[in-house]
């Protein structure tokens, strides 16, 4: 069974920082593009930070330079580290592994609920 739990998440003044984690079970998450996405009330979910299997990131621009995304393959997880928080950074936040090719699949963790408020 594939298990993706997301941690971290909570309130945070803005300007603040959060470090979410995901820890993956049942996969192998170095074969896996890990993934950061976010629901907001009222919005479509949306693509926050993805790293590539070989440790290639790529943001949104709403938090390019202010969110790091990162893998631990010995740990078989994966992180966001979010600093400079707003307001407008409000939303659940889902881990996604996604593998391509003969073996593909795609996860989903079950979310984390990020405020930013004061």
């Known amino acids: 069974q594939v298990q993706l739990v997301e941690s971290g998440g909570g309130l945070v003044q803005p300007g603040g920082s959060l470090r979410l984690s995901c820890a993956a079970s049942?996969?192998?998450?170095?074969?896996?593009?890990m993934g950061w996405y976010r629901h907001a009330p009222g919005e479509h979910r949306e693509l926050v930070a993805r790293i590539t299997s070989t440790g290639s990131p790529s943001y949104n621009p709403s938090v390019y330079g202010r969110f790091t995304i990162s893998r631990d393959n010995d740990k078989n997880m994966g992180s966001l580290q979010m600093n400079r928080l707003k307001p407008e950074d409000t939303a659940v936040y889902y881990c996604n592994g996604n593998r391509e090719g003969p073996q593909a699949a795609n996860y989903w963790g079950q979310g984390t609920q990020v405020t930013v408020s004061s």
């Open positions: 049942g996969i192998i998450v170095r074969a896996y593009a």
